[in-house]
Antibody, heavy 128, light 105 residues
């Protein structure tokens, strides 16, 4: 059974750096196709994809965050960390950690090309 | 970026109704659509991937149809547990993007 759980501060001051940790179980981020990503949702608003890191160390970021994001993985701890710099009140949101298992080799693709498992989310408020 | 426009943003319906939600993309994304359901205070859950494949455990009353730039999610007979917000997503091109959501109330 795959589970993911987010952890981090609930309150952050503007201009500070936010560090969120996703601790997962039920899979290894060294297995071909595996990816762990982050998605956020401001209160009452839609979902926004932030970043994802893959088994092969490939990293992708949402350019709308203006290079404020860094994602890393620690496969020995089964953790993925998202760092967001220069925090602003507009970053107030629930942050979700998500799982994806999908890869293509030649013309053959395997897994589910979507975020099939979500963490419970962690609410982060940015306020002075 | 690929923009996804969902309509309607709010849908009022009753148990037993047939409801339809549309998701339009500003460029072709083939079958790289996914749909999620989110209930209040909960994380979203995957309903459909690869445009029309139901995730394990999702009832068959959820039906998807469409084209390269527009997909329609239909709930054939709305059940009490289906009152939620639904989001479409494209998984073809980074940055991955979501629609604005449709609340079924």
């Amino acid at each position: 059974q795959i589970t993911l759980k987010e952890s981090g501060p609930t309150l952050v001051k503007p201009t500070q750096t936010l560090t969120l940790t996703c601790t997962f179980s039920g899979f290894s981020l060294t297995t071909t196709g595996m990816g762990v990503g982050w998605i956020r949702q401001p209160p009452g608003k839609a979902l926004e994809w932030l970043s994802i890191i893959f088994w092969d160390d490939d990293e992708r970021y949402n350019p709308s965050l203006n290079n404020r994001l860094t994602i890393t993985k620690d496969t020995s701890k089964n953790q993925v960390v998202l760092i967001m710099t220069n925090i602003d009140p507009a970053d107030t949101a629930t942050y979700y950690c998500v799982h994806r298992n999908y890869y293509c080799s030649g013309d053959s693709c395997h897994g589910i090309n979507a975020f099939d498992i979500w963490g419970q989310g962690t609410m982060v408020t940015v306020s002075s | 970026d690929i923009q996804l426009t969902q309509s309607p943003s709010v849908l009022s319906a009753s148990v037993g109704d047939r409801v339809t939600i549309t998701c339009r993309a500003n460029q072709g994304i083939s079958n790289f659509f996914a749909w999620y359901q989110q209930k209040p205070g909960k994380a979203p859950s995957l309903l459909i991937h690869a445009a029309s494949t139901l995730q394990s455990g999702v009832p068959s009353r959820f039906i998807v149809s469409g084209s390269e730039t527009e997909v329609t999610l239909t709930i054939s007979s709305l059940q009490p547990e289906d009152f939620a917000t639904y989001y479409c997503q494209q998984m073809k091109i980074y940055p991955l993007t979501f629609g604005g959501g449709t609340k079924v109330e």
